[in-house]
Every structure is written in C-alpha cells, then in structure tokens.
C-alpha cells in the first residue's frame, strides 16, 4: 500500500482521516499544500485548511539528499512516531503534538508548528531566542531519564531497547556518516572547497585522532543508556521567541545520553565559529556570537539540574535503587556518585560533540552554518577552526570539564 504523497495525495490522505478532516476544516481542494521537507531524508507537507493546520511527514525509500542510489528502508517513520509517543507524555509542550501514524505509507501527522523556524536558521540570520538553550536542556533531560534505567523499570527499557535496536538502517547511517566515513576514505565524504583538502588529508592521517574517534564509535553502538534522540541538532529545534520544540527522531534508539547532550552542545559551538562569516558592513556579529556561545552553560546547567532533580524526585527505576541508601549516612554518596554520573555524560558528550563536528566539515551531511558563507576564502578558515576544536575535543578531553571550559577554547581557537 506504499506510494510516495504528493500535494495532491496528501489531500485525500488527510480527507480519509475524519479527525484530520474536522481539524482543517472545509473542503480538500480548499487546503493549501506545500512539500517543505529541506533534510536529507523525508517528505514534508504543510497543509492549510479554514480551521486548522497540519504537517504530514513521509518516509521516502532512498536518501532524500543522494537520490534513488542510495536505498533506505521505510521504516524510520515508525521508529520516529515509536519515539514520540514514549517521549511524548514526559516532554510536554517541549515537541510537537502527535496526531496519526498510518503504517503501510510509512506517514504520520502531527501539529504544524507556526510561526517557528528552525533555530539554525534563527541563529545564522542573527536572532536570538532567550529560551531555548533551557528549553532544549529539559527537553534532554526529561526525555533521557524517564526511559533510562533510573526512571523506568527494566522491562519498560527492555521493551524500548528491543523495539529501537531494529532502527538499524538509521542506526547504521549514524554509524557511517558520522562516525567511520569522514576519516576514512569514502565517495560520501565532500568539503566544501579546495582549501580545505589539506586539513582532509591532515585529519584521515591523524592516527590518534581516528582511535580517539572508534573508542567512541564502540561507546556509541553499545552503550544503552536511555531512549535517545539520536540527532539533537540546532536543525532539530523549531523555535519562536517563546517557545521550543523538538523535532525529527528519527534516528532514536536506546543509546548514549551523552550522545544527544553533545549534539546540541557541538552545534551550538559550530553556530558561534561561523558567525563571522555572516557578517555584515553594518553588523559584525560578534554580539550574537557571544550569545550563541553563552547558551553552552544554559543549556549544560539546564540538562544537568533537571536531570538531577528528576533524580530525587522521579527515580523508580532499578539502578542506584533508593533503598540501597535509606540510611541518612548513605545521601553523601549517593549524591557525590549523581556529580559522577553527570560528570561521565559531560565527558562523553565532549567526545560526541568532536565526532559530531568533524562530520559536518568532512563527511556527507554539512551544516548551513558554514555552508551558507559564499566566499570559501571567508569560509574555509572558520570550518578549519571548528575541525581543529572538535581534534582537541577528541585528544585533549581533559582540558573539557566545564561547559566554561569550551566556551574558553572556541575563543581562541
Ligand atoms: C544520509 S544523511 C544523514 C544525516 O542527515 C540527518 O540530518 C542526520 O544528521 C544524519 O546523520
Ligand atoms: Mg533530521
């Protein structure tokens, strides 16, 4: 039953759906349609009826971004609704609403969000959302510890590590594009100029920096923490001055906490490297740069504290269980071991965040922070410098406990 919608499809998909039907109001043909999907995989429609709105997302059976040459099963809409609908009732008001899955298109609708942008495109234009680095540190929080194993029950993970461990196809891209491709020599890999075919060559032969990079490469395919996001970048985020949502899942599978954390974290830092090169005569960016950078420790501080509070509060999981420490003796450790533990994702999303840099300068999927400087001459040097930061994110993690600490080196890089 699979066909790949179109404008006018998605109307008499949306028709057969009586409460998408009340929802927008009117007559089909009356709603307005638009495909706006600009990621690399999928199909996205807005629709536009008298009443209401919605947006339809579909999975396409090849990579959006490569074409029909590059196959890829259908099923990440499944795993992208399975995460919403887990995540969904712990992260309220921080996603978008969850409408309808309709399994043999690989389609599910959800609330359209407007006015939102994506935040990347927020922050490349120069605007600031004085929320968000909060609000994407809850939605962090929230989301990893109510399904890890401090805030559910093994058999609720159970149920989610089995279900998500069969995203293979997106766990496997993960796996490639971000981690072995780009130091490797692979027909995926592309930089965006000349300029930077040294750093390419310098990087693939850095011996310590690929071990530094499949240590965590293992640490990402075998550590199952909690219910991950999977690619918690700025182009996840769909934000207004006041609000923020989380989107595209798609890639989530019981992982490592720190993998989400240091996505943010990375692109937030990728963001403040690229500022300059969209300067203009009459605005030099740096204001906005420092504000992008500031938001690594609101977003840190967030993640960490929710995380923790949700701890004391929220914890009925089986691991550090509370009543292993019922005596008043045992809340030092207790409380000195949480410091640990959040120290441990801190460190690991540093290491993700390396990882996650370094592939968008060299792999197959770049970010628009860089590749909206025209100029290679502008922009080559502000890619070299965020490569070179994310090569001492890798090597040098002990001069990264801090989120004070990043802020320090992306200055002077
Ligand atoms: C095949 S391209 C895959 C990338 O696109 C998504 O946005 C993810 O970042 C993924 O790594
Ligand atoms: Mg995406």
Redesign the pocket.
Known sequence: GYYALDNHSVRAFLNGLPDMRAKLGGKPETWAVEEVGD???NLVFLVDGPDGSVCVKQSLPY?R??GES?P?PLDRAFFEQSYYRAVGPHVEGLAPRFYHYQPELYAFVMERLSPHIILRRGLIEGRRYPHVAQHVGEFAARSTFATSDIGATIEEKAEWTASFAKNTS?IR??AE??FSDPLSQSP?NRWTSPELDGLATQFRADSALKGAVADIGWRFLTSGQALIHG?L?T??VMVTETDSRVM?PE?SFVGPIGYDVGAFLANLVMNYLAQPGHATAGDDRREQADWVLDQVPVFWNTFKGRFLALWETSARGDAYPATMFANPADKAVLAARREAFLDQIFADAIGYAGVKTI?RIFG??HNIDFDLVADPARRAPLETKAANLARQFLLEPQNFRTPEDVIAAAKVI
Do not use: M, P, Q, Y
């Open positions: 990621g690399n995989l990579v971004a490569a590059w890829l997106l891209i993960t594009v971000v995926r690619d970048h182009g996840s595209d890639f592939r197959f999927a």
